[in-house]
């Protein structure tokens, strides 16, 4: 009998975000629906939630990721974000997102790549 792995120890690469369907789905809405300003109060919030989310995937494998959704975090954590340093992070993590939907489960290769999309979109508005 055979049992999938909760813990992302035994899990294809990229499995770890088809457990997480409704937060991709809830972060490509936000960013799609133009209200960059709006995401304010709640980004430190599902930031810190991707972060937590990828840093459980085995290995190291989304060590930039992380790493730029925490200057991110840091970014916009300090009252008022300097502009042109949120969009070169936005830029960065629009580049590691599409990047990481290569490798990713069938299931989150498309959202992955709209919201890599969504990320770069929301940086040309800044």
């Given amino acids: 009998m055979?049992?999938?792995?909760?813990?992302?120890q035994h899990s294809a690469p990229g499995s770890?975000?088809?457990?997480?369907?409704?937060?991709l789905e809830a972060t490509l809405h936000a960013l799609q629906?133009?209200?960059?300003?709006?995401?304010l109060p709640a980004a430190g919030?599902?930031?810190?939630?991707?972060m937590n989310l990828l840093q459980a995937a085995e290995g190291d494998?989304?060590?930039d990721l992380i790493a730029e959704l925490q200057n991110l975090y840091n970014a916009i954590d300090?009252?008022?974000p300097n502009g042109p340093e949120v969009k070169q992070?936005?830029?960065r993590l629009s580049g590691l997102t599409t990047q990481a939907a290569e490798s990713?489960?069938?299931?989150?290769?498309d959202k992955l790549r709209q919201l890599g999309q969504a990320l770069g979109n929301a940086a040309d508005t800044l």
């Fill in 16 to 23: 770890i975000l088809a457990g997480s369907q409704p937060h």
């Fill in 33 to 39: 629906a133009d209200q960059l300003p709006n995401l």
């Fill in 78 to 80: 300090h009252g008022t």
């Fill in 61 to 63: 494998r989304f060590a």
């Fill in 89 to 91: 992070i936005l830029q």
């Fill in 2 to 8: 055979h049992s999938d792995s909760t813990s992302g």
């Fill in 45 to 50: 919030d599902n930031l810190y939630r991707w």
């Fill in 104 to 109: 990713a489960d069938t299931t989150s290769q």
